[in-house]
Structures are given as structure tokens and as C-alpha cells.
């Protein structure tokens, strides 16, 4: 099993009050699955990615990855574990603006101390799959939504995480650049055997996923499968 979360409780103060987001939240993922997380606004996706993640500590509960409990780790383990073994697709790409697109995606290779000639060697994989070897040297604000995005999801499958978090990939696209990327996406995570957790409001995500989680009231109300 590559992600397990258990009696996950999360809050927030403000003005003095507690806001309670997640109250008792369990869910379990395994390995090499796609699992679409919906939810309405406001219903705690996008801070249940960031648990996930180890970017923000719960009040309570536990997080698994490949038997790792994110909340006994300090905050420097947790960005090590991270570095090594999650990658994370932003909404809006979140490309650093002063590197090009070949650097962006050896970043996180940089960081984890490959060696130079695996780095390149990685890269230039990376922007065959995505179809981007032309745009290499191409900074950010040179590139289309839809190629920022390839970029990213470069970025966050560089380093081989066993998972993807995926917040929201499509919905700063039209449908069919989002569509393609949606495609791109799930194409490269699915041949690589990793595991992918995606925050979505598509029906055209919730089609593709093995299953779909519906977060409500602070914890999953109902799983089902896409072929159920």
C-alpha cells in the first residue's frame, strides 16, 4: 500500500474561533492506483493534499507512505522524505520564473544529489514524453498554459516518487488542452506503476480514476469505482 491516512482530524483559528476541517478522516490508496478526491469548496481537498504531502502537520491522526508516518517526522525528515519520494502537481504549474524549462525539471533531481550526466539524461527523457524537447530553453512566461503544465508534470514525475499529488492539474486549461494534459498525465504515472491522488471537479478526471472519493463534513463519505 503506497498512501495510508488514519482518524486524520485538522483544524484552523481564526478571529479567535476553531474551524474544524478534518474530523476523523480514514483512507487508504495502494499501490500503482488512481484515486479522484471531489468535494465541494471549502471541504478540505486541497489541506488534506498538503497532509499528505508532510507540507502542514494534522492535530491528530496518522499518515502512511510506504509505512512512513509522516507525523513523526521533524519538519526537516518530512521535506527529505518528500524531496524523494512525492511529487506534487499545482493548479496554477508553479514553474520558478528564472529557470527554463529544462532547469525546472532537473530541480528536484539537483536537490536529491543526481549526478550530473543522470540529470541531463533524465531531463531530456522527461521532454520527449511530454513532447516539449524544443521548448528546453524556453523560461516560463514563453510557454502556453497547456505547455507551463507539461512542464510541471515533468517537474513532479523527474525524481520517480512512488506518489503524485495532483491538485486541481486541469482547471486553470480550456477542455481540450486540459483533456490532453489529463491524458499526458495519467499515461505517465499509470506506465511508471506509481500512485496518483487528484484533487478535481472534472467528470472527465472522475472517468479516467480507478476510484473516486467524495470528501464531506471532514471525512470520506463514500468511495466508488469508475466502473461501478
Known sequence: ????????????????????????????????????????????????????????????????????????????????????????????????????????????????????????KRVTQLLQQVELEDRAQAFPDRLSGGEQQRIAIARALAHRPALILADEPTGNLDA???????????QLVRGAGQTLVMVTHSHAVTNAANRVATLQRGVIEHTIRSDD
Open 176 to 186: 481540450i488542452t486540459g483533456s490532453s494534459v489529463l491524458q499526458l498525465l495519467t
Open 1 to 120: 500500500m503506497t498512501l495510508e491516512v488514519r482518524q486524520l482530524v485538522h483544524s484552523y483559528r481564526e478571529g479567535g474561533r476553531i474551524h474544524p476541517v478534518l474530523t476523523g478522516l480514514n483512507l487508504q490508496v495502494q499501490e500503482g492506483e488512481f484515486l479522484a478526491l471531489l468535494g465541494r469548496s471549502g471541504s478540505g481537498k486541497s489541506t488534506l493534499l498538503n497532509l499528505m504531502a508532510g507540507i502542514d502537520l494534522p492535530d491528530s491522526g496518522e499518515i502512511l507512505i510506504r509505512g512512513k508516518n509522516l507525523t513523526q517526522l521533524s519538519e526537516r525528515e518530512r521535506t527529505l522524505f518528500r524531496r524523494q519520494h512525492i511529487g506534487f502537481v499545482y493548479q496554477f504549474f508553479n514553474l520558478i520564473p528564472t529557470l527554463t524549462a529544462a532547469e525546472n525539471i532537473a530541480l528536484p533531481l539537483e536537490l536529491n544529489g543526481h549526478a550530473e550526466t543522470e540529470i541531463r
